[in-house]
């Protein structure tokens, strides 16, 4: 059997053609490098499918392309597309509440095939989040490739003295980071492009990061980019950008990105502006993606053409500069072409680049380039030798680098035939792919699925058909009277079409579980999920789920963890021995905070420990490992047992019961709740109860929980 594979790539807009580059900032250099891949995959003899996962939109500011939930992209391979969170178009740090929604899906839709992907490849923090969660429900190998990662971009907008809060509120960029963590902590080999990405961006997030690590630069498409001039072509791009250029010979100075401020555009108008030299001797042409009216661009790119217009204006550059409104992803090849044709330069000044594969692009087209000294650059100038570093944060130095790397035309025709040989011999798509094959099979072969999965699809179901997940600890601690009423009457109904089952989650022992809850004379419970989600037992059995055991105990090292925390005695007291256990630490919060559970997660983080904290009811901290929480063992009982997760009920009071809303269950929080699960009300499966005496009968009978279907 061939392989079959799956890629994540969530945000912005992709489809099989004509892609939208540069129309936003989630649409750029990503979005073409998983489309190549994916093709350049299906293309091999030893690959059967390549499926990319991305989200269905339906808005009328957006092609219906993107509405569509399969679409083909060549053979054997499609792209899927499933609806989650609004169905508008929206930009990437909206998406973070509804994730949890597509992990639900996509885990239901890969149960229904008939084999499951030998591999997951996820791109960007968000799909890497989605990719964790998938690969700890169902073992499915991660592969993960950040592309940009959230630290990187953090330092750098501090540095530049941007505030905390503004990069929290504009990039939720604590979410990202989190989801990073998360990403890295499950997956089975990361991806890099640079060496020194890998060296100095993942080494940020700890042991997690800086393991399983390998570097494979990306590839270009030599049918498209190449140095062979054609005269059509040329006089195309003259039309093209006539209009804007007083003298159209001169050698231009080239820049294709997006236009959102870490490209750093602005800085290449600025330096240009200030030099004599350089207006003298070049244009200057942006290529900054489509668009109709400014006005309609997101605020950051609005900004960013602010300035482009404004530096115009300041410097007089009318005729200097070029910044066409509209051109076809077809003609990116031509543009770089006819930039090399006039002797011209790439110029890459972004803060950041990650890679940079645009730069692969012009060298192969034989178009010397200077760029940022931070990332990607380092690596393909190491390997091309085709023009110049700059330290773009420094304008003196940026503005200086361009005059040398214009000063010399024997040096230009070096730096061009450098970078046209060097792409030949290292960087082609042909090339990228043969070692992305070669290095999953040899560093995944020994990586199992979930066998539970297959040996148990034949057991008999112990759930029933509608489960209803109670906290023993908050729901149940002290009910009225006429829920419990309603709740012993509704669960004693059974028929040939729904059998209710109840299902009680708690942080106690089992022990102590089932003496509090003899106390409410309610039918017994079908499943007991004990000590904070590391421990699932059924009806009156006192052995716990042994795959469930095995399934959260990977990389599990209590002693580790205990002494890692030991060293925070001035925020946290360990709780009485009866509330310890093998899978579980449990702690009392001296003082609640917000900075509690990013202290222990930096700690468990620098330590390099599987392990997640949950704070609940803002007092008791529990720390259990990576793969185990409430939410995960439902979701395990789901799967194991073949019960639709729209058919699993919880009730939701608590801080820290977040993750008991997230995803594809039906939740109830009722009127008396903390106000922490107030920013959850935009989720679809969520019901807020506005009356504390009838809270719990309304949402039962809101979702006709105790009703036929």
Not at 400 to 426: F, P, V, Y
Not at 443 to 455: A, M, T, Y
Not at 523 to 548: K, L, M, N
């Amino acid at each position: 059997m061939g392989l079959q594979l799956l890629h994540l790539n969530i945000h912005g807009l992709i489809r099989s053609h004509d892609l939208e580059l540069g129309r936003d900032a989630d649409t750029g250099g990503q979005t073409l490098y998983v489309l190549e891949l994916v093709k350049g995959l299906a293309s091999r003899p030893e690959v059967e499918k390549v499926d990319l996962v991305t989200r269905l939109i339906q808005d009328r500011k957006v092609s219906s392309d993107y509405s569509q939930s399969k679409e083909f992209i060549s053979p054997g391979a499609s792209i899927l597309r499933f609806p989650f969170g609004p169905k508008r178009y929206i930009r990437k740090e909206l998406l973070w509440p509804y994730l949890d929604d597509l992990a639900d899906l996509l885990v239901n839709h890969l149960q229904e095939q008939d084999r499951l992907p030998d591999w997951i490849h996820a791109h960007y923090a968000d799909a890497g989040y989605v990719g964790a969660l998938i690969n700890r429900r169902l073992g499915i190998p991660l592969v993960f490739t950040g592309h940009s990662l959230g630290r990187e971009k953090q330092r750098r907008m501090l540095a530049a003295g941007v505030d905390y809060d503004q990069i929290e509120q504009n990039f939720s960029i604590s979410r990202r980071i989190e989801a990073e963590e998360l990403a890295l902590a499950h997956s089975n080999l990361v991806i890099t492009s640079t060496q020194q990405e890998a060296d100095h961006q993942y080494s940020r997030y700890g042991k997690s990061g800086s393991q399983c690590i390998e570097v494979i630069p990306p590839g270009v498409d030599s049918k498209r980019f190449h140095s062979t001039h054609i005269a059509t072509e040329t006089q195309a791009v003259d039309d093209l950008l006539d209009p804007f250029l007083r003298d159209i010979s001169l050698p231009p100075l080239l820049a294709i990105s997006r236009a959102v401020p870490k490209k750093n555009i602005p800085a290449l108008v600025e330096v240009y502006g200030r030099s004599s030299v350089l207006r003298q001797r070049h244009n200057l042409v942006l290529v900054l993606g489509c668009r109709e009216d400014s006005r309609q661009l997101d605020k950051q790119q609005r900004d960013v053409f602010q300035q482009i217009f404004d530096l115009v204006d300041r410097y007089n550059l009318y005729g200097k500069v070029a910044y066409p409104k509209h051109h076809r992803r077809d003609q990116i090849p031509s543009i770089y072409r006819w930039a090399s044709n006039k002797g011209g330069l790439f110029v890459n000044p972004a803060l950041t680049e990650p890679f940079g594969l645009t730069l692969l692009e012009a060298a192969a087209c034989g178009l010397p380039m200077v760029a940022t000294d931070d990332g990607g650059p380092r690596d393909i100038l190491a390997s091309c030798n085709n023009g110049l570093l700059a330290d773009v944060s420094d304008l003196e130095s940026l503005q200086d680098t361009l005059e040398i790397a214009g000063s010399k035309n024997s040096k230009w025709i070096t730096w061009s035939n450098n970078g046209i040989e060097a792409i030949s011999r290292h960087f082609t798509w042909d090339a990228h792919v043969c070692n992305y094959i070669a290095l999953m099979e040899r560093r995944l072969k020994d990586v199992q699925n979930r066998s539970w999965i297959i040996g148990n699809q034949h057991k008999i179901n112990p759930l029933g058909q509608r489960l209803l997940f109670l906290d023993l600890d908050s729901n149940l601690e002290k009910p009225d009277g006429d829920s419990l009423s309603l709740l012993r009457n509704g669960l004693a109904k059974e028929n040939s079409k729904v059998i209710n089952k109840l299902g009680v989650l708690t942080g106690r022992s089992l022990k102590s579980a089932r003496y509090r809850f003899s106390e409410l004379h309610l039918p017994d419970p079908s499943v007991w999920i004990c000590r904070a989600g590391t421990e699932i037992y059924y009806h009156q059995e006192s052995q716990e789920d042994i795959f469930w055991q095995s399934s959260i105990c990977i990389d599990w090292d209590r002693e580790g963890v205990e002494n890692a925390l030991s060293e925070l005695t001035d925020y946290l007291e360990p709780q009485r021995i009866e509330q310890q256990s093998e899978y579980k630490l449990s702690y009392l919060v001296k003082q609640p905070d917000e900075s509690i559970l990013p202290l222990v997660r930096k700690r468990l983080r620098q330590n390099g420990y599987a392990a997640m904290p949950y704070l609940r009811c803002h007092w008791y901290l529990d720390v259990v490992p990576l793969r185990a929480s409430r939410a995960e063992a439902i979701r395990y009982l789901a799967i194991r047992w073949d019960l639709s997760l729209e058919q699993v009920f919880v009730v939701a009071s608590q801080q820290g019961d977040a993750e008991l809303i997230t995803g594809l269950t039906t939740t109830l929080v009722p009127a008396e709740h903390d106000p922490s699960l107030d920013g959850y009300r935009s989720q679809k499966r969520v019901y807020f109860a506005s009356k504390s005496q009838d809270g719990l009968i309304k949402g039962f009978n809101h979702y006709r929980f105790f009703l036929n279907r």
